[in-house]
């Protein structure tokens, strides 16, 4: 797993809204350090790779559940389309004040099913991200696949994690594009199963959740102009 620190513009902040939601009235600025691996060496980047995110790289706020019973009650995740390798997770996180520390997270890779999240494609379990600060620091992880795997047409980006102590960044005014969803457990007073973070939140352009690919390599000459179409 590789790490970035992301440092806000500045700013104070302040509390949201009750229902485990942590609100900040600030815009953070992204500035990235240099890219880690777990073991502190700096990681090879893959031929061809892109970072594939809806968000614009400044959050105003960031989302937990309140209750995340196993096996992925309380997931967050992002859409994405197009036919690629996906090599790893990116997740932009927060921690608050005095919250736990070095927790563990699943993340996942799923099939598009009716435009939620459905199959699962591939699971990296037990993840313990060590990049979470807190605010108004943002750290991001990015969880290597170990094989990548390959998606076609809509496909879908998140994590779970084992214990309420990490929010997952929110951008509300960016330029959209993003599909946030939660996974809502039965009895938190909300429909059941995959749902939008606005049902909960408001109007939410994108979370930070997005994934490493890889370009495929294109049999005859490809312009840029049908590359970029084959993502968004």
Known sequence: MKTTIVRPAGGDSRALRAWAVIFVGLVCALTMSRPLSAGGQPETERDRQILLMHADGTYETGYIHSDMPPPDWGAFAEKYEGSVLVGGVVLDLIRPQGGMENTAIDVYIWSDGGGQPSSVMAIVRDVEVT???????????VVNLGAPVWVEGAWWVGFWEHDMAYYIAADLDG???GTPMMKIPP??????GWQSVDLVWGPTAALGIGAEVDLPTPAEPTTWGSIKALYR
């Open 175 to 177: 330029p959209g594009g």
């Open 131 to 141: 990049n979470v600060p807190y605010w108004p620091d943002v750290g991001r992880n």
């Open 187 to 192: 009895g938190a007073g909300y429909p059941t």
